[in-house]
């Protein structure tokens, strides 16, 4: 079985029968920040830290395309979508408590763009139900709590991947099981060796992909040359 990996992901909500409305976010597309996203999908689970792009028609950037293969397969294998959870910047819950709390005439908006590009900072001020032009002073318990957890922990609407026509790597494949790592010679096809994207192991952004169809190869060609 092989499925895309390193691939972005869409988030077209479709609100009524035969119209699409775009991605929740669509206005946000071209922004990008650094995130922690985690992709969780029964036993699979996958957590990245990196860039994010918001897209026209949903997420890219690394941060997506590591965690993707976990949103790809909880669609093909599993039939109930991941849940992805990003956490929009390294603040944690005490954090935003002390950066959200009452300060003169302060409002949500600045102490959030503080931190974050301005536009999503009004996007997931809006996102938790608050006006924007509430002051720190002005925001009760439960608003500070709900906007921490969008800040925090917010659930990422998504609705599918962009497939083998953005994908950087094939998940699945050929057994590592079924291969001898000296030499790459499959233990079912005598003499035939076997490396790359073919084999079931894919890296995060970064060259491990490049360096691991690279380390395969020459093991292979070094394994087929020695048997010979
Ligand atoms: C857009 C994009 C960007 C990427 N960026 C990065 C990156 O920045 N860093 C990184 O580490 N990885 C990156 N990758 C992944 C990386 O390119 C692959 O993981 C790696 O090239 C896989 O090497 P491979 O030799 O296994 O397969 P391939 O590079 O796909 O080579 C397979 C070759 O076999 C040939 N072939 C197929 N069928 C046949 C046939 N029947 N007969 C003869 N020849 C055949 C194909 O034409 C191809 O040349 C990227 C991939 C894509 C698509």
């Not at 600045?110 to 900072?121: G, M």
């Amino acid at each position: 079985r092989t499925y895309p990996a390193l691939t972005p992901l869409t988030a077209t909500v479709r609100r009524k029968p035969s119209t699409t409305d775009g991605a929740p976010f669509a206005a946000l597309s071209g922004i990008s920040l650094p995130v922690t996203l985690t992709a969780r999908a029964g036993t699979l689970e996958s957590t990245s830290t990196g860039g994010f792009l918001f897209t026209h028609h949903g997420y890219s950037g690394p941060a997506v395309l590591d965690v993707s293969h976990v949103a790809v397969r909880s669609c093909a294998e599993m039939g109930a979508p991941a849940r992805l959870v990003v956490s929009w910047t390294s603040l944690n819950d005490k954090d935003w408590e002390s950066a959200l709390g009452p300060r003169g005439s302060r409002t949500v908006l600045t102490a959030v763009a503080a931190q974050l590009p301005h536009r999503l900072a009004e996007a997931l001020i809006e996102f938790a139900g608050i006006d924007l032009r509430r002051t720190l002073s002005q925001l009760t318990r439960d608003e500070r709590l709900r906007l921490i957890d969008i800040l925090v922990r917010c659930e990422l609407p998504w609705s599918g991947d962009e497939g083998y026509g953005k994908a950087e790597v094939t998940g699945g494949g050929v057994r590592l099981s079924e291969i001898d790592p000296k030499t790459m010679e499959s233990k079912i096809h005598k003499g035939l060796f076997l490396c790359g994207e073919m084999l079931d192991a894919f890296g995060p952004i970064g060259g491990y992909n490049f360096l691991w169809a690279w380390a395969t190869g020459r093991a292979a060609g070094l394994g087929a040359s020695h048997t010979q």
